[in-house]
């Protein structure tokens, strides 16, 4: 049992006097402190088989109770935190959650969504079996099915559609991923081009800005070991890998990192930070190129690594061909290109004082190569042009020398993980222009948000079409042109929704099918979370814990709640369904690799990635188990400590072997494909980029039709204040900010979290409140480009003047023909269609105690449910990285007579000409040579060669 304190003298002579019960007559001695002076703080794993703790439901009374400690890993954001799971082993019950201290990543720790994961199993509302529709789609009537009938029934239609050659019609739209590669190899091995995502909501404004650069297209900042911390997000709360990643901040911090935070609000990030730089929204590349002009001015770079490491040969012979080809002139040209970004510039596009940008610059200098960075969504996911915001951010840390550096910041790739498989289909043999059009040859990556336009267009249709834990009628913008192409079986054969709680879009599906949380599913996870590389294994605990009883069981779904599955066992059954005698080439890629001709069962699958993992094998042979046992009872594995520097590998004979030398350049490429750089007389493997170098100059955008875009620059935002009409009440409303204690639509079946944070208001500046006539409650009216919402203001100080913002998690609903679902958040709404695309939604009911088998839903004391502002936006695709620009130029009013809270209004004609105008703005493909896309910038599912050019 974990130490615990000593007991005070209070708590002594209470139980003396019998005041208290005696809670400490047969105390074991404290356990040993650990080794760097410390309690323990988790049971130590040689008693995770049998655990014991006091039952706290029992007290005063002293009840043991026996657990297993099973390790898992977080569903609830993509940080994929270690878990360890209580299984009360009486009843096999999940009794709870906890950090796993054996993660590398997390380290023991989480944000409160983690533990809260045992809300989300013991919802009263969860969907427990799978379901088929039976009246009209969105008609809210139901039934209950077997696995074996959805199975047969879908695997029949994907079936006949392969044999007809329509493979494009097969797609699986995902919105929380997680699974190193599952997906990709199923799809290929059915040969679709079917992987859809919700990659350009989310991240492809900075995936684009770093993938120009570098190739790679993330950054993992080693914020523990930095000197100086710069954010254009608010990393301490909310962000990709923001637990791991703020626990280390702070580590940083603590050992005298400065930190300076990007953001029109006050976040909790910015409120820790040294420097709060409330910049107008749009304005970062300014600021982000004007301390570039800072350090280049006063010689503050790292004049070797841009000597070898950046292409600057090739920017002075394009930019300035007159001059002769030195470093020295490189630097003069590079001062000269960038002469207008001054502070006072910056400062008038911003708002933030010149001062405090030649500060930051300073101090950014100053630490050289320890300089870590991270943009993550915020202002490259909400304006057009974002993607140049991370693009001027790597070029700080091009400047400064920091990339790949200890306390600098690495590719994503050098640390994640990735798996070797126990089977590799081929590349698939098509192209689906419904993910990848023309229009957007370059876009980081498939165009998800715009698949209703696309269908109404007649672009194509889906035959079998699957969601998996996505939500896009709530999460996306425009979400009425969603549910007008979801209820419409001429657009979308079969709609099959994969997901653990009811959502707004699964209302509008024709299958239903209840899948697992953390606890009770299969997955393989690595995420750069620092400098290290590690793998994570999320595992159905209740079967881990039959296993270990000796009471295996064969499905996922005999130990889960109800009938609840897993993806990976339902897509092996399902492929085998689809071939059952072999002949379409299916079949042969879920074949056993240990036991010949059979199907391969989810722990080979595993059992085989594990079994090459490097290093992995050898640990746990020191513990006398096996790989996979090793997974089983640690839930993860630190694959590598740290990771620095790996562009300057050097290439081996063998990989020299046949590669050709560029005398000029010192490419290195073999087959015609660049795979080095020679940098001192060295071979080494450098970027992934076509001169293998850091792309300070982008031969790729100027041969796409971009020339204006070929160095870090600045693009003004649909939002600009040029645009924006203030004696028209006009804002630009930034509708993205996360809520640290919520997910984006899986939270609203968790009761601590939702108790937690339950409605979203307008956030408006005191100055603004007051020039309006405002206060803090008053209902306004949000006018977007194709509708309104209504809302409530908070007036405050947390924010820049002029700027409005508002939480993108909250405002749930359901309509009362629905199954109840999430009813610790959801409003209950009425939604009218009122002919010619215009649509409308009323909050009936707000949230309201309920009874369950859980006692705390008669306690719900909040009926806020909030109000859902997404489904009044337009689509806003970016013309270059496809991503969708989040922040909307709103006009705000009073309310009117009438108005009520959460009413909402919406015209999808608008929406749709406001997509057409977006899509004006496009160069399309096919580029250089007729390619659909640059063949060296990635894409997810990448099919064979040949079809990266367009066919005459
Ligand atoms: S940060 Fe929180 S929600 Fe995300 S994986 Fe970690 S514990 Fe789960």
Known sequence: MAAQPSPSIIERIAEKLKLIPNLHQ?????????PSGQLQNYPPPDQWDDWVEYEAKAWPRRE??????????????????GLLAYVEKSELKIRKLEGNPYHPGSRG??????PATINQVTDPDRILYPLRRKGDRGSGEWERVSWDEVLEDIAGRIRKALQEGRNNEIAYHVGRPGHEGYMDRILK????????????????????????????DRPSPDHANAEFILLVSAHLESGHYFNPHAQRIIEGMMKGAKLAVLDPRLSNTASMADYWLPTYPGSEAAVLLAMAKVILDEG??????????????????????????????FIEGLKETYKDYTPEFAEQESGVPASTIVEVARQIGRAGKRFATHNWRSASSGNLGGWTVSRALHFLNVLTGSVGTEGGTSPNAWNKFKPTFFDNPPAHKFWNELHFPLEYPLAHFEMSFLLPHFLKEGRGRLDVYFTRVFNPVWTYPDGFSWIEVLRDPEKIGLHVALTPTWNETAYYADYVLPMGLAPERHDLISYETHSGTWIAFRQPVLREARRRMGKPVQFTYEANPGEVWEEDEFWIELSWKIDPDGSLGIREHFISPY???????????????????????????????????????????????????KHTRKLSEAEMKGAKVDQETGLITRDGKPVGVMVNGEPMVGFPTPSRRQELYSQTMVDWGWPEYRLPTYIKSHIHPDNINREKGEFPLLPTFRLPVLIHSRSANAKWLVELAHRNPVWMHTSDAKRLGIKTGDLIRVYTDIGYFVDRVWVTEGVKPGVVVCSHHIGRWRRIQDKVGNRWATNVVEIKEEGDGKWRMRVLDGVRPFKSDDHDSLRIFWSDGGVHQNITFPVHPDPISGMHCWHQKVRIEKAQPGDRYGDVEVDTKKSFEVYKEWLSMTRPAPGPNGLRRPLWLNRPLRPAEDLFYVKK
């Open 109 to 114: 720790r989480n944000c409160a969504k983690g």
């Open 189 to 216: 091995a059915w040969g679709v081009d079917g992987h859809n995502s919700h990659t350009n909501v989310c991240s492809s404004g900075a995936r684009f800005g770093y993938a120009i650069w570098q190739g790679y």
């Open 595 to 645: 036991r010949p001709g059979e199907k391969i069962t989810i722990e080979e699958y595993y059992q085989y990635i594990f079994e090459h993992t490097p290093g992995l094998p050898e640990a746990a042979e020191k513990e006398g188990l096996t790989p996979l046992q090793y997974m089983q009872k640690y839930g993860a594995f630190e694959v590598e400590k740290t990771g620095y520097n």
């Open 64 to 81: 043991k109770k026996h657990y297993m400690v099973i390790p898992t890993t977080c569903f609830n954001c993509e940080a994929g935190c």
């Open 26 to 34: 047969d105390e074991s001695p404290l356990m040993p402190l650990g």
């Open 300 to 329: 503050m770079y790292d004049e070797a690594f841009l000597r070898d490491w950046v292409n600057w040969q090739e920017f002075l012979k394009k930019e300035y061909p007159d001059r002769p080809v030195t470093f020295e002139n």
